[in-house]
C-alpha cells in the first residue's frame, strides 16, 4: 500500500501549517520527514492517519482517498502519535489486547500478536504492569507495539526513539529497517543520524513547504559544491608547507587548523578535486603524507542551510 | 466484537479499575438504601407496598452521580492526547462515543441492578404492582441515559475533568428542577413549553406505572441530542 499525498494544505487559524505538499511513498520504502518545531510534521502524519481532516488536496492510501474511505483505511496504518499517548493505568498486556481489537484483529489471532509483540519489542519483563509505572522507555516501546499490533502495511511513526538509551535505539532502528523492507513507513524526527541510520528517503520540510527530497546521498551531492579535504604532511614546517600548497590550481584555500600536528585543512575549488595534485606534491618533494580525509557535508549543515532564512 | 462493545467493556473495566465503580455503588446504594428504609418519609411510613420512596430518592442521587461518572470519558482522554490514538484506531467518532455513553449506562445498570432485593424484600410485604415497578425502573434507566448523554457532552467540551462535573450538572439542573419552577411562574404557552421540557414531569408519570409514548420520545430525543453533540464536538478538532 503506497501513501501519495497530493497538494495537501492545511490552515490553522492565518497560519498555514502545511502548504501545498505532494510526495509519494512506496512499499519497501522508509521515508524520513526532518524540519524544525513547527514545521508542519506532525500536521502531515495526522492528516495521514485521519485524525486530522484535509485542508486542502488530497492524501491517497493505495489509491483510496482519505476523504472518502478514511474510517476504513484507518484499519491499514500503524500509527505512534507524538509523545506517545497511553492509558496509564491500564496493564501493558490489556492494553495491547484492547488496541489489537479495536484494530479489527481476529479474537483467536490476539493472543499471538499480543505475544508476538510483547517478544519484538522487548518487554517480556514488564508485561504484567501497569503502564504508568513504566520507564519512558519502555512506554516507548508500548507505543510501538500498539502501532505494529494488527501487522499493518502502513506505518505512521512521529519520533519513533525519543526517550529511548542507545541501546534500545539501535534496535529500533533495527526493527524499523526490517518493517521497512515489506511495509510503508513515514518518521518524523529531530535526530539526524538516526536519519541517516533508518530511511532510504529524506524530506525536508520547512514553514509548510518541501525544501528538499531526496537520499542522504543525493542531497550531499547537491549540498557539496567544494570539496574538503583535511591532511596532515609530516617532514617540512606548517609554513613551507602552507606557501606550497596554495600554489596548487585546484586549491581554493588552505588553513592551518594544528600547528604542532602539521594538520591542515583544504577546500578544493568549486567542482574540482585537489587529492592527485597534493599526492603529486609530497612526492615531489620527499615529504610523508600521513593522513588525508575527506569530509562529507554532514546533514546537520544541510538540514541548517534549508531551515534557516 | 463491534468497536462499540469493544470501547464499552474498557471504559466499564476501568471504572472498576479506578475505583469509581466501587464508591459510587457504596454511595448510591448507601444513600438510597437509607433514605428507602431508615429516615424520613420511607417505605414503612407509606403504608403500601410502593418503590415510590426508593424511586424518587434515586431520582436525586443519580442526578448528583451521573455527571461524575462522565465527566472523565472525554475530558481526561483529550488531556493526555489519548484521544488522538484511540480516534486513529479503526473506529469511528460515533463508535466512541457510544462506546462511552454505553459504558457508563451498564454501570448506572449494575447500580440498579444491586437493588433489586428491595423489589423481593417488598413482595414478601405485601402485593406490589409489577407494571408499577418495572416502569419505575426504566424510569430510572432512561432518565440516566438523559444524563449521561448531557455528561458526555460536557465533558467533549473541556479537558478539565472539575469543568466538565460543573457544566453537566449546571445543564442537568435545568431538565431536573429550574424548567419545572419555570412552568409554574408563567401560564400559558411558555408554561406548557417549560413543563414539556421538564424531566420531572416526565419521571413522575412515568414511576406511577404510566408509560406514555411522549415520555418515551422526550428522553429519547434528550440522549439522542446528547450524543450528537458530543460527536460533533469531537469532530470540531477539525475545524479549527
Not at chain 1, 96 to 103: I, M
Not at chain 1, 192 to 198: G, K, M, Q, S
Not at chain 1, 204 to 218: L, M, Q, R, T
Amino acid at each position: 500500500m503506497n501513501i501519495q499525498i497530493e497538494n495537501l494544505s492545511k490552515q490553522y487559524g492565518y497560519q498555514k501549517a502545511v502548504d501545498h505538499i505532494s510526495f509519494e511513498v512506496k512499499p519497501g520504502e522508509v521515508l524520513g520527514f526532518l524540519g524544525p518545531n513547527g514545521a508542519g510534521k506532525s500536521t502531515t502524519m495526522k492528516m495521514i492517519t485521519g485524525y486530522l481532516s484535509i485542508g486542502e488536496g488530497d492524501v491517497r492510501l493505495g489509491g483510496k482517498s482519505v476523504r472518502e474511505y478514511g474510517d476504513d483505511l484507518k484499519k491499514h496504518i500503524g500509527y505512534l502519535p507524538e509523545n506517545n499517548p497511553l492509558y496509564l493505568d491500564m496493564p501493558v498486556i490489556d492494553y495491547l489486547e484492547f488496541c489489537a481489537a479495536l484494530q479489527g484483529v481476529h479474537s483467536s489471532d490476539i493472543g499471538k500478536r499480543v505475544r508476538e509483540m510483547v517478544r519484538v519489542c522487548g518487554l517480556n519483563a514488564e508485561k504484567h504492569k501497569k503502564i504508568g509505572e513504566l520507564s519512558k522507555g519502555y512506554r516507548q516501546r508500548v507505543g510501538l507495539a500498539q502501532a505494529m499490533i494488527h501487522d499493518p502495511e502502513i506505518l505512521v511513526l512521529d519520533e519513533p526513539t525519543t526517550g529511548l538509551d542507545p541501546n534500545q535505539i539501535v534496535e529500533i532502528r533495527k526493527l524499523i529497517r526490517e518493517l521497512g523492507k515489506e511495509k510503508t513507513v513515514v518518521l518524523s524526527t529531530h535526530i539526524l543520524p538516526e536519519v541517516e541510520a533508518t530511511c532510504d528517503r529524506i524530506l525536508i520540510i520547512n514553514k509548510g513547504k518541501i525544501v528538499a527530497d531526496g537520499s542522504a546521498e543525493s542531497l550531499r551531492k547537491q549540498a557539496t559544491g567544494q570539496e574538503i579535504i583535511k591532511l596532515r604532511i609530516e617532514d617540512a614546517s606548517p609554513d613551507v608547507i602552507m606557501q606550497e600548497l596554495r600554489r596548487l590550481q585546484n586549491i581554493d584555500t588552505v588553513e592551518l587548523v594544528d600547528k604542532t600536528m602539521n594538520r591542515f585543512e583544504v577546500q578544493s575549488a568549486s567542482g574540482k578535486s585537489s587529492r592527485r595534485e597534493i599526492f603529486q606534491l609530497c612526492v615531489q618533494k620527499g615529504w610523508v603524507l600521513s593522513e588525508l580525509i575527506p569530509i562529507e557535508t554532514r546533514l546537520e549543515d544541510i538540514f541548517r542551510n534549508l531551515t534557516t532564512n | 466484537m463491534n468497536a462499540v462493545l469493544i470501547i464499552a467493556k474498557k471504559e466499564l473495566q476501568s471504572y472498576f479499575d479506578s475505583l469509581i465503580a466501587y464508591i459510587m455503588l457504596v454511595l448510591f446504594l448507601g444513600f438510597s438504601g437509607f433514605f428507602t428504609w431508615l429516615y424520613g418519609s420511607d417505605i414503612f411510613m407509606v403504608g403500601q407496598a410502593s418503590l415510590q420512596s426508593f424511586f424518587s430518592i434515586a431520582y436525586w442521587t443519580l442526578f448528583f452521580f451521573t455527571p461524575a461518572l462522565t465527566m472523565r470519558l472525554l475530558a481526561e482522554e483529550k488531556k493526555t492526547g489519548t484521544i488522538e490514538m484511540l480516534l486513529t484506531k479503526a473506529v469511528s467518532d460515533r463508535q466512541v462515543v457510544l462506546g462511552k455513553f454505553l459504558s457508563a449506562l451498564m454501570l448506572v445498570m449494575i447500580a440498579l441492578a444491586f437493588t433489586v432485593p428491595y423489589v423481593i424484600t417488598l413482595s414478601k410485604l405485601g402485593n406490589i404492582d409489577a407494571g408499577e415497578v418495572i416502569c419505575g425502573y426504566g424510569g430510572l434507566v432512561l432518565m440516566s441515559a438523559a444524563y449521561i448523554s448531557i455528561g458526555l457532552y460536557a465533558s467533549s467540551l473541556t479537558n478539565n475533568q472539575i469543568v466538565a462535573f460543573l457544566l453537566a450538572l449546571s445543564i442537568g439542573l435545568f431538565f431536573h428542577i429550574i424548567f419545572d419552577v419555570l412552568a409554574s411562574s408563567f401560564t400559558g404557552i411558555p408554561a406548557q413549553v417549560f413543563s414539556t421540557l421538564s424531566l420531572s414531569n416526565h419521571f413522575e408519570s412515568m414511576s406511577r406505572g404510566v408509560v406514555d409514548s411522549r415520555d418515551l420520545i422526550y428522553f429519547i430525543s434528550i440522549v439522542f441530542m446528547g450524543l450528537f453533540l458530543s460527536e460533533l464536538s469531537l469532530t470540531k478538532r477539525n475545524l479549527n
